[in-house]
């Protein structure tokens, strides 16, 4: 069996429950598009050396940069690109072999600094090295857009983020009135300014009535931080249940959301592993790249703001309308094919300037 050999520059994966299952699920789209690939890692958070830019022109057919949210300041800050990917300019015109961004995500939050000349430049230079820079959003690809030329800004692809179509060994049942709940707590007063204790109050007030309805609670953990408002709102309700899938392999990360009815969510991962897996979504949102996703499907109607003053009515009001809806997975199905099309042909683009086999796989 020939293996296609392919550098991934990608976050590490070993706390949060996103990162990991992103990571698997770029891959896997890879292999089963292209064949056997074998993956030469590198922390992309790590500056990038001479050393790595050499092992990629010497010994692989190309790099991979992401995917993820990696378009934000304060994660991973630093002098050489302005965003999460810390490799010098200098460096970065020395790629020799086909560079490809693939599903990046502009993750800015609101009251966040604007991205500076730091980040136009590298992104720019990206832009002419790179034989496809994917964004996983159209809201991104607009962001991001704003900030370039024109020549540039029309090179910006979307390319939906992979962990919409992950799949896993096998299927499992789902369970009735199910109820998993991930709320963000990093970056407290970006998402929630001087208004945390009031929104978490609204948050856990529908819970309980949720559970009077007859939904079992699922407080599910995809980052560390995520924990700290965890003892107070089981100490209110009769039986909840604390799931941690911050270091769970990706196929258990899926597989729990193949079981879970639906899922309130406040990370972009905890909206898009559970709609990938055909869950039932409702976004608390509290950045922007929420929005973006249900736009993106024609579902904006699953959203809130998380800062909403009616929130607690609007999220108990919300569960019971979507729990209702019988084209959910109709809807759901539509929503991927499209973007699994817009996959295929960027894919074809990546077959083509790698010298790669491709397959025009199905979804399912």
């Known amino acids: 069996m020939q293996y296609h050999k392919l550098t991934h520059f990608c976050a590490p994966h070993k706390g949060s429950a996103g990162e990991h299952t992103l990571v698997c699920s770029v ?8 064949g056997p690939i074998e993956w030469s890692e590198y922390n992309l958070r790590a500056r990038t050396s001479l050393r790595d830019i050499l092992e990629v022109n010497l010994h692989t057919g190309g790099a991979v940069v992401g995917g993820g949210g990696l378009f934000i300041i304060d994660t991973n800050p630093n002098k050489y690109s302005g965003w999460q990917w810390k490799c010098p300019r200098h460096y970065l015109r020395l790629f020799h072999k086909p560079l490809i961004l693939y599903a990046i995500g502009y993750n800015r939050f609101r009251g966040h ?6 980040f136009i430049k590298h992104v720019s230079l990206c832009l002419d090295k790179a034989i496809l820079v994917g964004l996983r959003d159209r809201g991104s690809v607009r962001a991001v857009r704003n900030l370039l030329d024109e020549k540039r800004g029309s090179k910006l692809r979307l390319q939906p983020c992979p962990t919409l179509f992950y799949r896993t060994e096998k299927q499992l049942e789902r369970e009735s009135m199910t109820l998993a709940v991930a709320l963000a707590l990093d970056r407290e007063t970006l998402r929630f300014g001087e208004h945390k204790g009031p929104s978490i109050e609204r948050i856990s007030k529908a ?4 559970e009077k309805a007859g939904w079992r609670i699922f407080i599910t953990r995809h980052h560390p ?6 003892r107070d709102i089981m ?3 009769d039986h909840p249940q604390l799931v941690d899938l ?4 990706a196929e258990e990360v899926a597989r729990y959301y193949q079981r879970i009815s639906m899922v309130v969510g406040m990370r972009g991962d905890s909206q898009l592993i559970p709609f990938g897996q ?3 979504i409702v976004s608390l949102v509290s950045q922007e790249k929420m929005w973006w996703f249900l736009n993106d499907v024609s579902m904006p109607e699953l959203g809130i703001e998380v800062l909403d003053e009616e929130l607690e009515e609007k999220l108990v009001c919300l569960v019971g309308e979507v729990q209702r809806r019988s084209d959910w ?8 094919l499209l973007l699994w099309q817009t996959t295929l042909t960027n894919h074809e683009v990546i077959a083509h300037k790698l010298n790669l086999p491709f397959e025009r796989n199905p979804l399912h």
């Not at 931080?225 to 965890?230: G, T």
């Open 27 to 34: 891959r896997q789209i890879f292999e089963r598009l292209h």
């Open 113 to 118: 600094p604007e991205f500076g000349d730091t």
């Open 207 to 210: 819970l309980v009535r949720l």
């Open 225 to 230: 931080l995520d924990e700290a408002w965890e």
């Open 235 to 237: 100490s209110r309700l």
């Open 246 to 249: 911050t270091t769970r392999p």
């Open 278 to 280: 055909g869950c039932r």
């Open 329 to 336: 997975k109709e809807q759901v199905n539509n929503a991927r």
